[in-house]
């Protein structure tokens, strides 16, 4: 819990001003959903919590025409990058 108390405190707290207590859970549940679902952590090998691990990509022709789209959270505080399908 100490570490994702931090982790909320880096990544959003210190780069948002937050209005009123309305703004503070909106925000703490759109960290919440970013942090289990999208967000890397490597003790999972680069995987998100409630996400399952890629699949690795060895091939060069593959890995050359990757199209990536990212997605701003929080008015871009917080960004998630997916493979475009």
Excluded: K
């Excluded at 409630?50 to 990757?66: E, F, G, S, V, Y």
Aim: with cysteine.
């Amino acid at each position: 819990m100490e570490r994702w108390i931090q982790t909320c405190r880096r990544e959003l707290l210190d780069r948002t001003l937050i209005w009123n207590q309305h703004h503070l859970r909106h925000a703490l549940r759109e960290f919440e959903a970013f942090y289990n679902e999208h967000r890397p952590h490597r003790a999972l090998r680069q995987a998100a919590p409630l996400r399952p691990l890629p699949d690795p990509n060895a091939d060069p022709a593959r890995i050359t025409a990757l199209d990536i789209h990212r997605r701003d959270r929080l008015g871009g505080i917080l960004r998630e990058y997916r493979h475009a399908a």
